[in-house]
């Protein structure tokens, strides 16, 4: 459910082919002819960089983002930009991105007039609560932590200098030859004694201690009990630290996390950081939105609630709080949906515009499309190399990664990108990248382990999740084209031949019982061996899309397994749940509109907005079940474009 974002990069318009999105264009044509979007001149929405705000704490300078090699991450960005040459502006480069109609996205269901307003001028005008499977919506309200006797002291966090940490974490990680790290203990007393042998157990799981004298001093002698594997041991189900936990205490500590613009693995990553613990100690049921407020349930293996609480006064753009212990992980899918508040602000429409909007997202809903961030925001679609992978063509793959492209691109991409078309020498290439953990760079990486004759091996290098992202773009990519066939063929009822679901099978609705089903129980699937189509002539569009795009449809089996495509089924239409909206009058667009948890948490009193202001503002909320965008939500009450090419043309007029 990841929403549009407007980010900060370094932009240079390398060499390139290009017409890659035209060629797709005129295939879909030769499909089918374009579907109309309605008239909808004058009407958009715009997307401002963001106004100066204050965060939870000023910006941290020394955050690092630490990302296991291997780790499965759906999208993962680098946040460094190299500002070398003179970069066009973001509008310049953002004309070689996608506009809705490129992926499919061009009907509306509502007949209201649109109107303009300005998404996410502030990431805080955006947040998600999360809805977990028992239909609780999650809210921090609490930073209280569980009372337990066992728990070590408050000092433990304290005892230990940040000489000593540096140190001791140079030993976990091996990165120094010693083989143990002797503390001397000032102010010698058992007590003081027992404090650094737990903070030592605590803070840095793998590592041992014992009590030496030396010279007649006493000191802690921190050492590796088990050598190298005792760090890759610790933390998993089947085989814990033996460090003691109580039996009593569940093994997962449960919180809520709320967090400011940053995304969920990004979030992960610097929790790990900062608890000296790997990433995969930690479950989450879904990720969310980087330029938004969020607010999440978060467990993790083995680690207390005081630990975490600590966090708090150290992390930025990050609270925790409701803690508890439980017996179980959380799983990916696990939740029912996510709550959202938005403020739509600077909007034009008049009330009855607004009114008749809002009652139609409650009553009708909208289409259920992939958003524009499920394809990528640059020259080279997600998709088009979903559909390489497809067809088994590798040599195209390669290239699609790796050549130099049009559009907004990081200053170290953009010299691999022309060293790689220079040379094709993977290693030259690498050495071009500061961090070598970007697609690029695995991809880099694995041709020069595997050589350029065994792509396939050197793709394999990729984390599984990213690999998959490209062909679930390109099924994501049809299934917006047909639904847009589908709406423009038939309308909004349903008809003989489409399909609904029955206990999880699809079945085809029969000529004598279209009445009993409305355009809400349609289903459309998405390509694969195992589903089944319309029996009308939407069925025979998939066909016809897919032979233009050489993949027979009646084959998705690919020989290497993990690329071939089961399918699945998705509702047509929406229709949110608990929506509920007002218009407000505000002057000052720096100011917030509405209190987030953290505020309240804070006793900060509501904002004083106006009766009579210089600007109008939409305040939104609404739920929405898993996998869908609350982005085209929002498309259908503003009736616009939300690509961020076309966001960025308005808001570049926008600010003169």
């Known amino acids: 459910m990841e929403t549009v974002e407007m980010t900060s990069v370094s932009l240079k318009r390398p060499r390139s082919e290009d017409g890659v999105a035209n060629a797709d264009e005129i295939k879909r044509q030769k499909i089918s002819e374009k579907s109309k979007t309605g008239n909808n001149s004058g009407q958009s929405v715009e997307t401002v960089?963001?106004?100066?705000?204050?965060?939870?704490?000023?910006?941290?300078?020394?955050?690092?983002?630490?990302?296991?090699?291997?780790?499965?991450?759906?999208?993962?960005?680098?946040?460094?930009?190299?500002?070398?040459?003179?970069?066009?502006?973001?509008?310049?480069?953002m004309?070689?991105?996608?506009?809705?109609?490129?992926?499919?996205?061009?009907?509306?269901?509502?007949?209201?007039?649109?109107?303009?307003?300005?998404?996410?001028?502030?990431?805080?005008?955006?947040?998600?609560?999360?809805?977990?499977?028992?239909?609780?919506?999650?809210?921090?309200?609490?930073?209280?932590?569980?009372?337990?006797?066992?728990?070590?002291?408050?000092?433990?966090?304290?005892?230990?200098?940040?000489?000593?940490?540096?140190?001791?974490?140079?030993?976990?990680?091996?990165?120094n030859k010693?083989?143990?790290?002797?503390?001397?203990?000032?102010?010698?007393?058992?007590?003081?004694?027992?404090?650094?042998?737990?903070?030592?157990?605590?803070?840095?799981?793998?590592?041992?201690?014992?009590?030496?004298?030396?010279?007649?001093?006493?000191?802690?002698?921190?050492?590796?009990?088990?050598?190298?594997?005792?760090?890759?041991?610790?933390?998993?189900?089947?085989?814990?630290?033996?460090?003691?936990?109580?039996?009593?205490?569940?093994?997962?500590?449960?919180?809520?996390?709320?967090?400011?613009?940053?995304?969920?693995?990004?979030?992960?990553?610097?929790?790990?950081?900062?608890?000296?613990?790997?990433?995969?100690?930690?479950?989450?049921?879904?990720?969310?939105?980087?330029?938004?407020?969020?607010?999440?349930?978060?467990?993790v293996l083995r680690i207390t609630a005081q630990r975490l609480a600590h966090l708090n006064k150290c992390l930025m753009n990050f609270k925790l709080g409701n803690f508890s212990y439980k017996n179980h992980p959380l799983k990916l899918g696990e939740l029912q949906g996510n709550h959202f508040t938005v403020v739509l602000r600077n909007i034009t429409g008049t009330d009855d515009q607004i009114e008749q909007a809002m009652q139609s997202l409650r009553e009708t809903g909208f289409i259920n499309y992939y958003g524009m961030q499920r394809f990528g925001t640059t020259a080279v679609p997600t998709y088009q190399i979903g559909r390489a992978i497809l067809q088994n063509n590798w040599n195209e793959v390669m290239d699609l990664i790796l050549k130099p492209r049009p559009g907004a691109e990081k200053g170290y991409l953009v010299k691999c990108r022309e060293e790689w078309a220079k040379t094709k020498d993977p290693a030259a290439a690498l050495k071009k990248l500061p961090v070598k953990r970007c697609v690029e760079g695995q991809l880099l990486r694995g041709l020069s382990k595997y050589g350029m004759k065994n792509i396939i091996?050197?793709?394999?290098?990729?984390?599984?999740?990213?690999?998959?992202?490209?062909?679930?773009?390109?099924?994501?990519?049809?299934?917006n084209n047909m639904v847009s066939q589908r709406i423009e063929e038939y309308g909004l009822k349903a008809v003989p031949g489409d399909l609904i679901l029955k206990g999880g099978t699809a079945v085809h609705i029969g000529e004598g019982d279209v009445d009993n089903y409305t355009i809400h129980d349609v289903v459309m699937p998405l390509p694969g061996f195992d589903v089944v189509y319309p029996k009308h002539k939407i069925g025979e569009a998939y066909k016809e899309m897919l032979v233009a795009d050489n993949l027979d449809i009646n084959n998705m089996r690919h020989k290497i397994r993990d690329y071939s495509l089961s399918g699945a089924y998705r509702k047509i239409i929406i229709r949110p749940q608990n929506v509920n909206w007002e218009v407000v009058a505000y002057d000052d667009p720096r100011i917030p509109l509405f209190n987030t948890d953290l505020d309240k948490l804070q006793g900060k009193p509501l904002p004083v907005l106006p009766t009579d202001g210089k600007f109008r503002a939409l305040k939104m909320a609404f739920s929405l079940p898993p996998s869908t965008y609350a982005t085209m939500a929002i498309r259908e009450v503003l009736k616009m474009d939300t690509s961020i090419k076309n966001q960025t043309q308005l808001n570049t007029t926008w600010l003169r």
């Open 49 to 93: 960089t963001e106004q100066p705000e204050k965060s939870l704490l000023e910006d941290t300078k020394n955050e690092i983002i630490l990302t296991e090699e291997g780790e499965e991450q759906e999208d993962q960005e680098l946040e460094d930009s190299d500002e070398d040459g003179d970069p066009e502006s973001f509008a310049d480069m």
């Open 95 to 175: 004309k070689h991105g996608l506009t809705e109609s490129d992926v499919g996205i061009t009907k509306f269901v509502s007949s209201h007039k649109g109107f303009s307003g300005i998404l996410k001028e502030r990431y805080s005008d955006f947040v998600v609560h999360e809805i977990g499977k028992d239909g609780r919506v999650s809210h921090l309200d609490d930073f209280s932590v569980p009372v337990d006797d066992e728990d070590p002291s408050e000092e433990t966090f304290t005892v230990l200098s940040d000489e000593d940490k540096k140190r001791l974490e140079e030993l976990q990680l091996f990165k």
């Open 178 to 299: 010693e083989t143990s790290v002797a503390i001397e203990v000032i102010e010698d007393s058992k007590e003081k004694r027992t404090i650094i042998h737990q903070a030592i157990k605590s803070l840095f799981p793998g590592l041992e201690t014992k009590t030496e004298d030396r010279d007649g001093k006493k000191y802690i002698i921190a050492y590796h009990a088990a050598g190298k594997k005792a760090l890759a041991k610790v933390r998993t189900a089947t085989d814990p630290r033996k460090h003691s936990w109580p039996k009593s205490r569940g093994s997962y500590c449960h919180f809520v996390l709320y967090k400011e613009n940053k995304d969920t693995m990004d979030a992960i990553n610097v929790l790990s950081k900062f608890l000296r613990v790997k990433p995969n100690i930690f479950s989450y049921m879904g990720t969310k939105d980087k330029r938004a407020i969020t607010v999440q349930e978060i467990a």
């Open 457 to 479: 091996s050197a793709f394999g290098i990729i984390p599984r999740n990213n690999r998959l992202m490209y062909i679930h773009s390109y099924q994501s990519f049809v299934w």
